[in-house]
């Protein structure tokens, strides 16, 4: 089994999400919630200009199992200011890409190499914390460069390469290779951060793990920035049915994902995968019949395992297993003949109503049967 751990990074990225403010006690709560989750790490946020970052932190020790990580600019202050804090890993970010290192930063690639040996080369020198660097925008970076850097910060001592999807531009082919080359070539730990823009953050980090990297970035609820990010419940859910790895607590990711979407005003769609309250509803006959045959013929896992529950709608798309199986439901028994009556009639209805029908309504077609 490939030895992986999950990042959660709701705090941080989660909440630079547009409109998004979580208060010291709904993080606390996030961070209780992920504990039971057993996530592997949580990010709790920026180490500078946080006016709760302090008051989580020493409060997050107390409740949480997981490592605790802050995220630093490569500026040494701001990196001294995460120590201070002593978090279990200090996270910095690195922008790689030309059009980050000329245009926001205004160096060279060649002044950004020695910005970074230098930095990290200090903090190897003064402690032994676990360094994450996480290259910013490393997607649309020139690959000999990002080789390059890999491998210098690699002899300067960090522990962990972080590969940002700045803009969300990866496919999980490209994001195969790249991985792989990265692997080949490095010997620390490799971590993943994908942007959800095209709709394939989660299957870009899966992707990842496939070729190599440990540590997969994730969110509740995929929130971040524009489209978001990985949605921790998709990426733990993923790898617990597809991968066997069983150490996360999938019954939490419920009350986890609704809490965050409540306190973040992003409501959860009835249809979001793995936590949405609909997806378990079915109204399809030719699915239904399956079903009652056996769940697996059109359900990759069950809902109890998520806390979820199955539910049948009946309406003009039913078949007549399925509205005998409601009418046995209500406690209606009726012979073929009038099966045949109620099945047509519920077809009927459903289609002038223009939508599924209620269980007083099919009662009350039953009654007409006899």
Known sequence: MKHIKIIDTTLREGEQAAYVYFTLEQKLKIVELLTQLNID??????????PDIKDLINISRKIASAKLSLWSRLVRQDIETALSLSPDIVSISIPVSELHIYKKLHKTPRQLLELAEKEISWLRENTDIY???????????????????????EDCGINRIRIADTLGILDPITTYSLIKELRENVEVDLGIHTHNDFGMATANAISAFIAGVNYIDVTACGLGERAGNAALEEVVSFLSKKFNITKYNLKILKKLCHFVAEVACYPISP???????????????????????????YEPFSPEELGLSRKFLIGKKAGKRAVEAKLKELGIHVDNYNLEFVFKKVKEISTNLNRCLTDEEIKNIATTAY
Do not use: M, Q, Y
Not at 41 to 50: D, S
Not at 133 to 152: M, Y
């Open 131 to 153: 360094i994450s660097v996480g290259f910013e925008d490393a997607t649309r970076a020139n690959k000999d460069f990002l080789l390059t850097i890999s491998k210098l910060l």
């Open 271 to 297: 249809k979001k995968p793995i936590v949405g309250e609909e997806i378990f509803t079915c109204e399809s006959g030719i699915h239904i019949d399956g079903l009652l045959k056996s769940t697996d013929t």
């Open 41 to 50: 790490e949580i990010e709790l946020g920026v180490c500078v200009e946080n």
